[in-house]
C-alpha cells in the first residue's frame, strides 16, 4: 500500500526584481505624502499667519471712528435776497452735503460704471475687480483695484503712505465699513467727500459750478461728464480742458451701456447732447464791503462755535446787482469829482446803504470808493456828522406836539434871552446867511432854514428831542444832548441814519436794519432768524405830514435840482451839509427803497469849495434810484 507523502510548503522568497519594485512603490508612495503633507501644513501655516495679518488689521480697523465718514470740512454758503449763492465765508472747502435722495440716479450708476463694476456684489474688497486690474496692468493700460469703498476709507482717515501696509489697513477698514453701513450710505460719504476739481468738494459743489443746478438735476449727459472727472479733477475740468471732459464722459457712457445701467437709445442720446458748462465762477470767498459786515454781523448773532464750525447756510438780504452797480457809480463819480478837486486836495470818500422798505434788509452798503486801496467801511463803522439830515426828525416830533405845517415861525436872527436857558447864547445863522422874516413851519424844513428849526427845537425841548434820537439809534443813551443837536452836529452812521429815515415809510415806526435774514445748519436747523421787527416812534399822522415836506424837498426845496438831473419818480428826502462842507449828504427814499449818500475825506477837512449836500451827494443819489428802479 502506497502511501502519498504530504509536502511541506515552504515560503517564497521575493526575487530582487520585486524587491526593488516594491521598494521604489514605497518611496513614491512616501515621497506623495510628504510633498502634500508639506502643502497642507504651508496652506494652514499661510491661513493661520493670514489670519493673524487679518485680524490684527481688522482690530487696527475698529479703532477708527465710522462718524468721521459724515464729518468734512465744509466753507459756510452764504446767499442773496433771491436765495441765490453769494459767496461762501473763510475756512472750510467748498462743499455742500446733500442726502443720497438727493442724487441724480443717472450720476450713481454713471459712477458705479466708472470706479466700481461690482459695487453691489462686493464686500469692500473685489478679488475679481483685483485681478483684472492686474491683467490690464501688464497688458499697459492703467487701471486701479480699489474699489468705492477703499477709495472712501483712504480719502476719509490718515491710512499712510503707499505701500502694502496701507493697502492692507484699507482693505480692512473697507471690509468693516461693508459690515456696518448700508450701500447707500457709502455711496452717500464718497459722493460728498471726493473732489471733482475747480475747487468743488462733492457732488452738489461741482453740479452747481459746473451746470449751474442741484445734484438730483443732472440730467444723463452731465452726470456722465461729472463721473469722468474723479480720476483726475483738476486736469480734466471741463473750465480747463472740455474736450477732454467729453471724452471720458463718453468712455463712462460706453461702460454704463455695457453693463446694461441704459439702453441703447439713452446711451446715443446722451452722446450726442452737447455739453455746456455754465461761465466759471469763484469759488473762493469774495471780498469787499458787503461781505466785510456780513461777517461782522455774523459774529454779532452766533455764537463762536457754530461760527467756526462751518457748514451753515446764510441767507443774507444783500441783491449782488444793486451792489455792483452801487460801487460802480460811486468810483465813477468820485473820480470826477477828483478831477474838480485837482492835486494836493485829500481823497475823497463816499458811503451808501440801501435799505428795503419792506422789511428792513440792507440791499446794498458801500464804505468807500475802492475797496482794494482801503478795506475800512465808512458805512458801518465810521461816525460822521449828519448837519440838516437831522431835521426832518425834529419836525415830525413838533408835529407830534401839536405843532401844524402851517404855523408861522420866525426866520430871523435868534437874540439873546429869546430862547430857554438851555439853549443859552445858541444863535446859528442860515446856510445862505439870509434871513426871510414870518414864515410857515413847513418851508423851515424844505428850505433848511436853521432859525427856524432852533426856535422849533426850544418848543418841543431837548430832553424829547434828545429821546428820539436815542430811539433812533442816532445817540448812544448817555449822550448828553446839546443845542447844537437840533443842527446835526452829533455824529452816527451811513447805516443807522438810512434805517432812522425808514420811520417816513413805515408809518412812523423805524425798521431794524438787518443784513443776515436767517441762518440755517448743514442738517437744516435754523438757529438764527432776523425779526423784521420795527420800533414805534412817531405816530402814522404825524410822519405822514413830514414825508409830504420832505417830497417838497425834492420838488421845490433844497434838493429841487434832482428834476434837472433827470429824475422824475417819486420820491422824499433831505440834504445835509456841515459846517466847512465836511461832510455832505442826501438821505431819500421812493416808494421801495430808502438810500443814504455820505461824502466826505477820512481827514475832516472840506471835500470841496462851496461843498454841499444838494451839489455832491444827491447826483450820486439820483444816479444810484435811476439805474436801480
Not at 450713481?108 to 461690482?118: F, T
Not at 423851515?444 to 432859525?451: A, D, E, H, K, V
Not at 438764527?528 to 410822519?543: D, K, N
Amino acid at each position: 500500500m502506497s502511501h502519498k507523502v504530504k509536502r511541506k510548503s515552504l515560503p517564497i522568497r521575493n526575487s530582487p526584481t520585486r524587491r526593488r519594485r516594491k521598494s521604489v512603490g514605497k518611496r513614491k508612495s512616501s515621497w506623495k505624502f510628504r510633498f502634500f503633507r508639506c502643502l497642507f501644513l504651508l496652506a494652514v501655516g499661510l491661513i493661520l499667519c493670514w489670519s493673524l495679518i487679518a485680524s490684527f488689521y481688522y482690530a487696527w480697523a475698529l479703532t477708527f471712528d465710522l462718524k468721521q465718514l459724515g464729518e468734512m470740512p465744509q466753507s459756510s454758503a452764504l446767499f442773496d435776497k433771491d436765495g441765490n449763492f453769494y459767496s461762501r465765508l473763510a475756512g472750510g472747502e467748498n462743499r455742500e452735503i446733500v442726502p443720497f435722495d438727493s442724487i441724480s440716479n443717472d450720476f450713481i450708476n454713471a459712477l458705479i460704471a466708472r470706479e466700481d463694476a461690482r459695487f453691489y456684489w462686493h464686500h469692500g474688497v473685489d478679488p475679481i475687480g483685483i485681478a483684472r486690474a492686474i491683467v490690464r496692468n501688464l497688458a499697459g493700460i492703467r487701471q486701479g483695484g480699489s474699489t468705492i469703498t477703499q477709495q472712501l476709507a483712504r480719502n476719509s482717515f490718515p491710512l499712510g503712505g503707499r505701500n502694502l501696509h496701507r493697502k492692507l489697513l484699507e482693505a480692512a477698514l473697507a471690509f468693516r465699513i461693508e459690515t456696518e453701513l448700508s450701500k447707500e450710505r457709502i455711496l452717500e460719504s464718497y459722493i460728498n467727500r471726493i473732489y471733482f476739481g475747480s475747487g468743488c468738494y462733492g457732488l452738489e459743489a461741482a453740479s452747481q459750478t459746473y451746470f449751474g443746478k442741484s445734484a438730483s438735476r443732472l440730467n444723463l449727459s452731465e452726470a456722465a461728464l461729472i463721473a469722468g472727472l474723479i480720476r483726475s479733477p483738476n486736469r480734466l475740468s471741463p473750465f480747463n480742458d472740455l474736450s477732454s471732459a467729453i471724452r471720458q464722459r463718453n468712455v463712462v457712457l460706453h461702460s454704463m451701456k455695457a453693463l446694461g445701467l441704459i439702453t441703447s437709445e439713452r446711451f446715443q442720446q446722451a452722446l450726442d447732447t452737447p455739453v455746456r458748462t455754465q461761465s466759471q465762477r469763484d469759488t473762493r470767498p469774495k471780498s469787499g464791503w458787503a461781505m466785510e459786515a456780513i461777517c461782522r454781523e455774523l459774529e454779532l448773532v452766533l455764537p463762536r462755535e457754530l461760527f467756526d464750525e462751518g457748514g451753515l447756510r446764510v441767507y443774507t438780504s444783500i441783491y449782488p446787482k444793486w451792489q455792483q452797480i452801487a460801487q460802480k457809480i460811486v468810483s465813477q463819480d468820485l473820480d470826477a469829482l477828483s478831477a474838480r478837486q485837482g492835486k494836493g486836495g485829500a481823497l475823497i470818500q463816499a458811503a451808501v446803504v440801501i435799505i428795503d422798505n419792506r422789511d428792513g434788509g440792507i440791499r446794498a452798503i458801500i464804505g468807500g470808493r475802492d475797496y482794494a486801496n482801503s478795506k475800512f467801511d465808512r458805512a458801518s463803522l465810521a461816525q460822521r456828522q449828519i448837519g440838516s439830515a437831522v431835521k426832518p426828525f425834529l419836525y415830525a416830533l413838533a408835529f407830534e406836539k401839536g405843532l401844524r405845517p402851517d404855523t408861522l415861525i420866525e426866520d430871523s436872527r435868534i437874540v439873546s434871552g429869546e430862547l430857554p436857558a438851555t439853549f443859552s447864547t445858541y444863535s446859528p445863522l442860515n446856510g445862505d446867511g439870509l434871513f426871510g422874516g414870518v414864515r410857515p413851519a413847513e418851508e423851515g424844513l424844505i428850505f433848511s432854514r436853521n432859525t427856524m428849526t432852533v426856535r422849533i427845537a426850544a418848543r418841543v425841548g431837548l430832553h424829547a428831542f434828545g429821546k428820539v434820537l436815542k430811539k433812533l439809534d442816532l445817540l448812544d443813551q448817555n449822550a448828553p444832548v446839546y443845542p447844537s443837536a437840533c443842527l446835526g452836529a452829533f455824529e452816527c452812521s451811513v447805516k443807522d441814519l438810512t434805517a432812522a429815515y425808514t420811520v417816513f415809510t413805515n408809518q412812523g415806526a423805524k425798521l431794524q436794519p438787518f443784513l443776515i435774514d436767517h441762518v440755517e445748519t448743514r442738517d437744516g436747523r435754523t438757529v438764527y432768524r432776523a425779526t423784521h421787527g420795527s420800533i414805534p416812534v412817531f405816530s402814522p399822522q404825524s410822519a405822514t405830514l413830514t414825508d409830504s415836506l420832505l417830497h417838497s424837498v425834492i420838488e421845490r426845496g433844497t434838493a429841487s435840482r434832482a428834476k434837472n438831473l433827470g429824475f422824475t419818480q417819486f420820491a422824499a428826502g433831505k440834504t445835509g451839509t456841515t459846517n466847512n462842507g465836511t461832510d455832505v449828504w442826501f438821505v431819500g427814499y421812493t416808494r421801495s427803497v430808502t438810500c443814504a449818500v455820505w461824502l466826505g475825506n477820512d481827514q475832516h477837512t472840506t471835500v470841496l469849495r462851496n461843498a454841499s449836500g444838494a451839489a455832491l451827494a444827491l447826483p450820486i443819489w439820483v444816479h444810484l434810484m435811476k439805474s436801480i428802479n
